[in-house]
């Protein structure tokens, strides 16, 4: 069984996805261990509720500084015996020394092709409205491992999506969703819950 924390911020859809693949027994060697939010009153919080997983907001806002912040959530993480933090939506920058601590254990969702449309300034609607922008007829989601940089970690897997006429960044934003993430990152999970990947 692998133990999982999920790292969320808003809606928490991806998190339905983990939790969908768990309770239809495609991922029937997952646990999720604890859910964490920095906002208060993340809907994703109250999907956790919803499915008995155990759920808790620890906001940077709440500490002194960075160090303390990510000091208590590692503390949170491993007091849960989580074996891999699974970001899905979060959208706090994690401090190196979180990322040192947690090698190979970090991974993240990112709404395109990588390396297309990443990086610093790169999340939420944004990277639909640049690609809609640059005109691209083709993006779609990728599951890496997090490294020190932003979008920079190892690819595990990507999903390509079309994008048709008329799109706007919110029409694109849902496809990519439906037809990408909800999909790649319950897979993933799979992959290293098998160990068919090298987490480390
Ligand atoms: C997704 O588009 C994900 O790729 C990005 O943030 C969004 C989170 O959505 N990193 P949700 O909270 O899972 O609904």
Same mark, same amino acid.
């Given at each position: 069984?692998?133990?999982? !924390?999920?790292? $969320?911020?808003?809606?928490?859809?991806?998190?339905?996805?983990?939790?969908?693949?768990?309770?239809?027994?495609? %991922?029937?060697?997952?646990?999720? $261990?604890?859910?964490?939010?920095?906002?208060?009153?993340? /809907? =994703?919080?109250?999907?956790?509720?919803?499915?008995?997983?155990?759920?808790?907001?620890?906001?940077?806002?709440? /500490? *002194?500084?960075? !160090?303390?912040?990510?000091?208590?959530?590692?503390?949170?993480?491993?007091? =849960? &015996?989580?074996?891999?933090?699974?970001? !899905?939506?979060?959208?706090?920058?994690?401090?190196?020394?979180? $990322?040192?601590?947690?090698?190979?254990? #970090? @991974?993240?969702?990112?709404?395109? %092709?990588?390396?297309?449309?990443? &990086?610093?300034? /790169? /999340?939420?609607?944004?990277?639909?409205?640049?690609?809609?922008?640059?005109?691209?007829?083709?993006?779609?989601?990728?599951?890496?491992?997090?490294? *020190?940089?932003?979008?920079?970690?190892?690819? @595990?897997?990507?999903?390509?999506?079309?994008? *048709?006429?008329?799109?706007?960044?919110? @029409?694109?934003?849902?496809? $990519?969703?439906?037809? =990408? *993430?909800? #999909?790649? %990152?319950?897979? !993933? @999970?799979?992959?290293?819950?098998?160990?068919?990947?090298?987490?480390?």
């Amino acid at each position: 069984m692998l133990n999982i !924390a999920v790292l $969320v911020s808003g809606g928490g859809t991806n998190l339905q996805a983990i939790i969908d693949s768990i309770e239809s027994g495609k %991922l029937d060697n997952v646990r999720i $261990v604890k859910v964490i939010s920095n906002k208060e009153g993340a /809907y =994703a919080l109250e999907r956790a509720a919803k499915h008995g997983i155990e759920g808790v907001c620890i906001s940077p806002g709440s /500490y *002194e500084d960075r !160090a303390d912040y990510f000091e208590a959530l590692s503390k949170e993480l491993k007091n =849960a &015996g989580t074996e891999l933090i699974v970001l !899905a939506g979060f959208l706090v920058v994690l401090s190196p020394g979180f $990322v040192r601590e947690w090698q190979g254990r #970090i @991974i993240n969702i990112h709404p395109s %092709l990588i390396p297309s449309f990443c &990086g610093d300034g /790169y /999340y939420g609607l944004k990277v639909h409205e640049k690609a809609l922008e640059r005109g691209v007829k083709v993006t779609g989601a990728t599951v890496h491992f997090v490294d *020190e940089g932003t979008d920079t970690g190892p690819i @595990i897997l990507q999903k390509a999506v079309n994008v *048709e006429d008329g799109d706007t960044p919110e @029409i694109l934003q849902k496809r $990519v969703m439906e037809q =990408a *993430e909800w #999909i790649i %990152l319950p897979q !993933a @999970i799979r992959m290293i819950a098998d160990g068919r990947i090298k987490t480390g």
